[in-house]
């Protein structure tokens, strides 16, 4: 039975539910609910976790509530307890680089800026592991001055125009997650990244 799992990136708690930065949170939500299955905290993983089967694989979801900064020191948990390789993870994540819509699906690469990449790749010294970048759009510029309110950004809830789009790329996504057992990954790979959401 192979085993696939899927770490969901964002910040616990009500306060962040429907911001930008918890797409990975929302996304695996959708697909764990899809199945009936629920999610429970397990303190030792340092997430609330979720389990099922499709087609012959074990899918277990994971929701850090390390919050994002730190979402390395759940990961590394997940992977000790497991015993697993990097390349069963696949971590799914908002980036404010992509247009709105957009998806990104990557063997490895930089954190790009994105705080919970980067604190991933600190704690497991290593840039080469699998993630789905879904964009949110670049944050506006703030009045006056040279630079943008990335913070305002990315914390801020999600919009009703911007999640008639999600909502779609959430459904393509998954449809590609429930997959990755059955199609090979080039072929998955190749699908997202040319997803267009018009």
């Known amino acids: 039975m192979q085993e696939i799992y899927l770490i969901g990136l964002g910040n616990p708690g009500k306060k962040y539910y429907n911001s930008r930065h918890n797409i990975g949170f929302l996304l695996l939500e959708k697909l764990s609910k899809k199945y ?17 089967q499709i087609n012959n694989s074990t899918f277990k979801l994971f929701l850090p509530n390390t919050f994002m900064n730190n979402s390395g020191d759940a990961v590394q948990a997940i992977v000790k307890w497991y015993k697993i390789n990097l390349d069963q993870i696949l971590i799914i994540v908002d980036d404010k680089d992509l247009p709105l819509g957009k998806i990104r699906f990557r063997r490895k690469g930089s954190s790009g800026g994105h705080n919970g990449l980067k604190s991933i790749i600190e704690q497991l010294q290593t840039q080469n592991f699998k993630r789905i970048r879904i964009g949110i759009g670049s944050p506006p510029l703030i009045k006056g001055e040279n630079h943008f309110n990335t913070i305002s950004h990315v914390l801020g809830n999600i919009s009703l125009e911007e999640k008639l789009i999600l909502d779609k790329v959430y459904k393509r996504v998954i449809e590609s997650l429930e997959q990755l057992n059955t199609k090979k990954e080039d072929h998955i790979i190749n699908e997202l990244n040319s997803y267009n959401k018009d």
Do not use: P
């Open 36 to 52: 009936n299955s629920n999610f429970l905290l397990k303190d030792k993983l340092k997430s609330s976790c979720s389990e099922f």
